[in-house]
């Protein structure tokens, strides 16, 4: 715009833009196929996508600084599994113990260069068995997760709801498979 008002002449060249839908019709598929697949290979990793790949099914405990109002004692770990989907733009979470499930009502794979740290955050729904109902409400939640790659992988961190609980949570990578149901 700016060299048409100083009368440069613009010359289009007509040939290079008819190329422009054949370009397109390769390039839309290969951007699918990465975002959706390829961005997991290892090749890529760490140089052109520095998000991790956290697919699958995480094993675990959950930790409640909860105390029971009638003995005073905090109930020892939970056992849970933590299942992840996630592309190279979305991830999201179902987290199942014995007693209830949550899923992520919005999550994120957080990088602190600074720090060097990968989080993953996600705000949450539970929902109890109908059997706990009396003892267990259902309930909203948040976590944030530190992601520790290596041999042995890792997520490990906090969790809180907004029944006024709090308390940690481990998980270690258990299969690249996910996991539809708790089962011990």
């Known amino acids: 715009f700016i060299l048409a008002c100083k009368g440069v002449p613009l010359e289009t060249n007509w040939d290079a833009l008819k190329e422009i839908p054949a370009a397109l019709g390769w390039l839309t598929p290969v951007a699918f196929w990465f975002s959706t697949r390829g961005w997991r290979w290892k090749i890529f990793q760490n140089w052109l996508v520095l998000i991790p790949d956290l697919n699958g099914t995480w094993k675990g405990t959950l930790q409640t600084t ?24 979305r991830v999201s979470c179902v987290q199942m113990t014995k ?44 976590c944030s997760l530190e992601i520790l790659d290596g041999a042995n992988r890792k997520i490990k961190g906090k969790y809180w709801t907004d029944r006024n609980t709090k308390g940690e949570m481990d998980f270690t990578f258990h299969d690249k498979n996910p996991r539809p149901e708790f089962e011990e």
């Open 66 to 89: 909860w105390k029971n109002p009638k003995t005073g004692e905090v109930p020892g770990p939970i056992d849970a599994f933590l299942v992840i989907h996630q592309t190279l733009f």
């Open 99 to 142: 007693e209830s499930k949550s899923w992520s009502r919005s999550a994120a794979v957080n990088m602190d260069a600074d720090n060097q740290l990968k989080i993953l955050d996600f705000v949450y729904s539970n929902k109890p068995r109908v059997s706990v109902h009396e003892r267990s409400t259902d309930h909203d939640g948040a």
